[in-house]
């Protein structure tokens, strides 16, 4: 039979005889509703106390926001039977009196404005313990009490956004959409570890618009993160007003699409979310991760703004926010410290006894450390079980770590060596490019013990394709984590040089992550790969000209530019020394294998590591003297070619090679005499700085040496406040500016 699909007629008749031709299954992804189902009630959950915990929740977060008059009321009110669905229900694997326990389940707040939220939920929690009569030091644990509440967004107390060192929060968030990625990259390092450990996230629909999300979607469905269970909070609502205006496809397909399976519960119904979380942590057999899409009311119960784009970051006026109270049952007058103890007379001794239960159920759901490790042995045992933040450089390097002096050979190459070399010495090495690793020299390390996928369930090499933000956020945050043993997981990521820049505020995220938590401070290497001029016949969209200047910006991560290959490995063993994540880059073309020792004048490669060596010394041969400082081989060689004829014109010539302007830094304050010997104050005064990339990089050798001494800025991150505290924080002050002034003409008089 023909058919004319033109005519509407031809059209219908078809759809008649063959409807197949028009749907489309969605592979790999299942499907179930739970939404307004009758469903039998389950062991241990009290619906009615569940709900009264739930108005509790929501009386504390709302203390918090009047206290500050700041913060995020709406999606913090959505989450909280999700929240209390989750950590209660009986599928969480969390001990609130040990959180950062290694065998627990990890939890991404990708929704990190929701701050409120968390902070009532733990205060709800605490206190209910306090009152059962655990004993625990709330300092030491890091948990927020109901007072604390009262000093929300301000720097001595809880931080306006979402931070990792809290219990019930994993990652640093902050940015839409990081989040996610985030406990991707932690969900990778556990199942790949052979654990069976969970990776439970709260998002928020208006953050899915983000493309990182989208990045984060196909690779989790690719490699198979069965591990990783998302809670949607499907309300409707961005900043701006409703995601319809920019979501246009159904809503679903963003996820069924990408294989992952979906469950739809009422966001408000605990029972509905304890079934759909029990039901997400069992699996669904087919290998994929789940989201749980939460149908909620942006800002329940905040009056007017419930239900609308308003109640986002706009906490009621205190005449509101006391309404608001009394329509959920609590008779507050605006004293924040006061309404609390008035919201705490709800919590009664048979509540607080039940919530104390319910997490005493998810404490006794986690593995113990001894039968995690029997698992990991189980499934990579045959693997070096080592901490990579322990393996330090041997006496003598292997063959394969030496390159041959006078050779020619890419610093990219020395970096494939090294990684191989490490893939080969511990179990918690992770490396991956951004569809790049047989250009930027990764594959043979990867090739070890092969790609993640859902064959190859425990391999260490992670396709990310050209998708670098979620490439760097989930490489920063799986290091940011520590495996049972105290394994600290380490990651190598790597693109061009130049794209680094599209990497650049995951990177910082993490750095954050690093300074707030330091225990749990990551090491990772960002490889920066082609870079400088030399990727020429690419054009100006790939050349690494400016991007090291970004970093070295960064608090906690340094930048390392090594000149030969040697200097290469010789940097990396240095940087797993100091545990300090480094940005690393390496060129494209074959360069020499400088020739050192002897009569060279050129010191070993080990040199490096100071941040910058003397490569020629004056000749000492009655000319002027010039001190050039440079960074980079390639316009090293070019400056050496130059040599003879600067010194045919009546020059004597330095060379200062500069391959970490930080670390010089840092040996100025250790070691001045050596730093001095190095590059004097005679050698600033008469310097010439060449270097393939924005000037600013190699401005420690041009300013006068006390140019810090002189100068006021920001160096490194603070915490949350009022203008005045922040000030304070940063010595911004008008007093800490007039100090400084006085002080400079006091010292240069």
Same mark, same amino acid.
């Given at each position: 039979?023909?058919?004319?699909?033109?005519? /509407?007629?031809?059209?219908?008749?078809?759809?008649?005889?063959?409807?197949?031709?028009?749907?489309?299954?969605?592979?790999?992804?299942?499907? #179930?509703?739970?939404?307004?189902?009758?469903?039998?009630?389950?062991?241990?959950?009290?619906?009615?106390?569940?709900?009264?915990?739930?108005?509790?929740?929501?009386?504390?977060?709302?203390?918090?926001?009047?206290?500050?008059?700041?913060?995020?009321?709406?999606?913090?009110?959505?989450?909280?039977?999700?929240?209390?669905?989750? @950590? #209660?229900?009986?599928?969480?694997?969390?001990?609130?009196?040990?959180?950062?326990?290694?065998?627990?389940?990890?939890?991404?707040?990708?929704?990190?404005?929701?701050?409120?939220?968390?902070?009532?939920?733990?205060?709800?929690?605490?206190?209910?313990?306090?009152?059962?009569?655990?004993?625990?030091?709330?300092?030491?644990?890091?948990?927020?009490?109901? *007072?604390?509440?009262?000093?929300?967004?301000?720097?001595?107390?809880?931080?306006?956004?979402?931070?990792?060192?809290?219990?019930?929060?994993?990652?640093?968030?902050?940015?839409?959409?990081?989040?996610?990625?985030?406990?991707?990259?932690?969900?990778?390092?556990?199942?790949?570890?052979?654990?069976?450990?969970?990776?439970?996230?709260?998002?928020?629909?208006?953050?899915?618009?983000?493309?990182?999300?989208?990045?984060?979607?196909?690779?989790?469905?690719?490699?198979?993160?069965?591990?990783?269970?998302?809670?949607?909070? $499907?309300?409707?609502?961005?900043?701006?007003?409703?995601?319809?205006?920019?979501?246009?496809?159904? $809503?679903?397909?963003?996820?069924?699409?990408?294989?992952?399976?979906?469950?739809?519960?009422?966001?408000?119904?605990?029972?509905?979310?304890?079934?759909?979380?029990?039901?997400?942590?069992?699996?669904?057999?087919?290998?994929?991760?789940?989201?749980?899409?939460?149908?909620?009311?942006?800002?329940?119960?905040?009056?007017?703004?419930?239900?609308?784009?308003?109640?986002?970051?706009?906490?009621?006026?205190?005449?509101?926010?006391?309404?608001?109270?009394?329509?959920?049952?609590?008779?507050?007058?605006?004293?924040?410290?006061?309404?609390?103890?008035?919201?705490?007379?709800?919590?009664?001794?048979?509540?607080?006894? $039940?919530?104390?239960?319910?997490?005493?159920?998810?404490?006794?759901?986690?593995?113990?450390?001894?039968?995690?490790?029997?698992?990991?042995?189980?499934?990579?045992?045959?693997?070096?079980?080592?901490?990579?933040?322990?393996?330090?450089?041997?006496?003598?390097?292997?063959?394969?770590?030496?390159?041959?002096?006078?050779?020619?050979?890419?610093?990219?190459?020395?970096?494939?060596?090294?990684?191989?070399?490490?893939?080969? *010495?511990?179990?918690?090495?992770?490396?991956?490019?951004?569809?790049?690793?047989?250009?930027?020299?990764?594959?043979?390390?990867?090739?070890?013990?092969?790609?993640?996928?859902?064959?190859?369930? $425990?391999?260490?090499?992670?396709?990310?394709?050209?998708?670098?933000?979620?490439?760097?956020?989930?490489?920063?945050?799986?290091?940011?984590?520590?495996?049972?043993?105290?394994?600290?997981? @380490?990651?190598?990521?790597?693109?061009?040089?130049?794209?680094?820049?599209?990497?650049?505020?995951?990177?910082?995220?993490?750095?954050?992550?690093?300074?707030?938590?330091?225990?749990?401070?990551?090491?990772?290497?960002? #490889?920066?790969?082609?870079?400088?001029?030399?990727?020429?016949?690419?054009?100006?969209?790939? *050349?690494?000209?400016?991007?090291?200047?970004?970093?070295?910006?960064?608090?906690?991560?340094?930048?390392?530019?090594?000149?030969?290959?040697? /200097?290469?490995?010789?940097?990396?063993?240095?940087?797993?020394?100091?545990?300090?994540?480094?940005?690393?880059?390496?060129?494209?073309?074959?360069?020499?294998?400088?020739?050192?020792?002897?009569?060279?004048?050129?010191?070993?490669?080990?040199?490096?590591?100071?941040?910058?060596?003397?490569?020629?010394?004056?000749?000492?041969?009655?000319?002027?003297?010039?001190?050039?400082?440079?960074?980079?081989? *390639?316009?090293?060689?070019?400056?050496?070619?130059?040599?003879?004829?600067?010194?045919?014109?009546? #020059?004597?010539?330095?060379?200062?090679?500069?391959?970490?302007?930080?670390?010089?830094?840092?040996?100025?304050?250790?070691?001045?005499?050596?730093?001095?010997?190095?590059?004097?104050?005679?050698?600033?005064?008469?310097?010439?700085?060449?270097?393939?990339?924005?000037?600013?990089?190699?401005?420690?050798?041009?300013?006068?040496?006390?140019?810090?001494?002189?100068?006021?800025?920001?160096?490194?991150?603070?915490?949350?406040?009022?203008?005045?505290?922040?000030?304070?924080?940063?010595?911004?002050?008008?007093?800490?500016?007039?100090?400084?002034?006085?002080?400079?003409?006091?010292?240069?008089?």
């Amino acid at each position: 039979m023909t058919y004319n699909i033109l005519s /509407e007629e031809g059209l219908n008749k078809l759809k008649q005889d063959q409807p197949e031709r028009f749907k489309q299954q969605a592979v790999g992804g299942k499907y #179930l509703k739970l939404q307004d189902l009758d469903l039998e009630n389950l062991d241990g959950i009290d619906i009615e106390k569940m709900n009264e915990a739930a108005r509790i929740m929501r009386g504390l977060m709302f203390c918090a926001l009047e206290s500050v008059h700041s913060g995020h009321p709406g999606g913090s009110s959505g989450k909280t039977e999700m929240f209390l669905a989750k @950590v #209660l229900g009986g599928a969480m694997a969390f001990d609130a009196l040990n959180p950062k326990n290694t065998g627990r389940d990890r939890v991404v707040w990708s929704a990190g404005h929701c701050s409120p939220g968390l902070y009532g939920g733990l205060a709800l929690m605490y206190e209910s313990l306090k009152r059962s009569g655990k004993e625990f030091d709330a300092e030491k644990l890091r948990a927020v009490m109901p *007072q604390d509440l009262t000093k929300f967004r301000k720097h001595d107390g809880p931080q306006g956004h979402i931070e990792n060192y809290y219990p019930l929060s994993d990652v640093a968030t902050g940015p839409s959409g990081h989040g996610m990625p985030s406990a991707g990259g932690m969900a990778i390092a556990h199942k790949s570890s052979g654990l069976d450990t969970k990776v439970w996230v709260f998002m928020g629909d208006a953050e899915s618009e983000e493309g990182m999300t989208y990045e984060a979607r196909n690779v989790l469905n690719t490699v198979g993160a069965d591990n990783m269970i998302v809670t949607l909070d $499907y309300n409707h609502f961005g900043i701006d007003g409703d995601i319809d205006e920019v979501v246009i496809t159904p $809503y679903i397909n963003h996820w069924l699409g990408m294989g992952w399976n979906v469950i739809e519960v009422d966001g408000h119904n605990v029972l509905e979310l304890t079934y759909a979380y029990r039901k997400a942590k069992q699996g669904m057999g087919n290998g994929s991760p789940t989201v749980v899409i939460a149908h909620s009311i942006k800002g329940k119960h905040y009056g007017a703004n419930e239900n609308s784009a308003a109640s986002h970051g706009a906490p009621a006026k205190t005449e509101d926010y006391i309404e608001i109270m009394k329509e959920i049952g609590f008779e507050v007058t605006g004293d924040v410290s006061a309404d609390i103890e008035k919201v705490l007379e709800s919590l009664t001794p048979e509540l607080a006894t $039940y919530i104390s239960e319910r997490l005493e159920v998810a404490k006794n759901n986690i593995k113990s450390e001894e039968e995690n490790l029997e698992l990991m042995k189980s499934k990579i045992g045959d693997r070096p079980l080592t901490n990579p933040m322990t393996i330090t450089r041997p006496d003598e390097l292997p063959d394969e770590l030496k390159f041959e002096q006078g050779s020619k050979l890419a610093t990219r190459k020395a970096t494939q060596a090294f990684f191989e070399w490490l893939m080969k *010495q511990t179990a918690f090495f992770w490396a991956g490019t951004g569809d790049l690793s047989k250009s930027i020299l990764t594959q043979k390390a990867e090739d070890i013990y092969g790609d993640i996928n859902r064959k190859n369930p $425990y391999g260490r090499g992670i396709r990310f394709g050209i998708a670098e933000q979620n490439m760097a956020m989930m490489s920063t945050a799986l290091t940011m984590d520590r495996l049972p043993g105290g394994f600290a997981p @380490v990651s190598v990521f790597s693109s061009y040089a130049v794209f680094t820049s599209m990497m650049s505020n995951c990177v910082r995220l993490s750095l954050i992550g690093n300074h707030l938590y330091p225990e749990m401070k990551g090491f990772f290497i960002m #490889l920066a790969a082609h870079d400088g001029p030399e990727t020429g016949e690419d054009g100006p969209t790939h *050349q690494g000209l400016y991007w090291m200047s970004m970093f070295n910006a960064y608090p906690g991560i340094k930048v390392y530019k090594p000149m030969d290959a040697n /200097e290469t490995i010789e940097m990396l063993f240095h940087a797993f020394k100091k545990g300090e994540p480094i940005a690393l880059s390496v060129a494209r073309p074959d360069t020499v294998v400088f020739e050192r020792g002897g009569d060279t004048g050129v010191p070993e490669a080990k040199e490096a590591v100071s941040g910058a060596y003397i490569f020629r010394n004056f000749k000492e041969n009655g000319g002027k003297k010039k001190t050039l400082v440079i960074s980079g081989v *390639q316009v090293l060689l070019n400056t050496i070619e130059t040599i003879p004829e600067l010194e045919a014109q009546g #020059l004597d010539i330095k060379i200062v090679a500069v391959t970490s302007p930080e670390l010089f830094e840092e040996l100025r304050e250790t070691n001045p005499e050596k730093a001095n010997a190095i590059f004097s104050e005679e050698d600033r005064g008469r310097s010439v700085c060449i270097h393939a990339g924005w000037k600013g990089f190699l401005y420690p050798f041009m300013l006068p040496s006390d140019h810090e001494e002189r100068s006021l800025s920001i160096d490194n991150y603070l915490k949350s406040g009022s203008v005045d505290e922040v000030y304070e924080l940063a010595k911004l002050t008008s007093e800490d500016i007039k100090g400084k002034i006085l002080s400079t003409m006091s010292s240069r008089a």
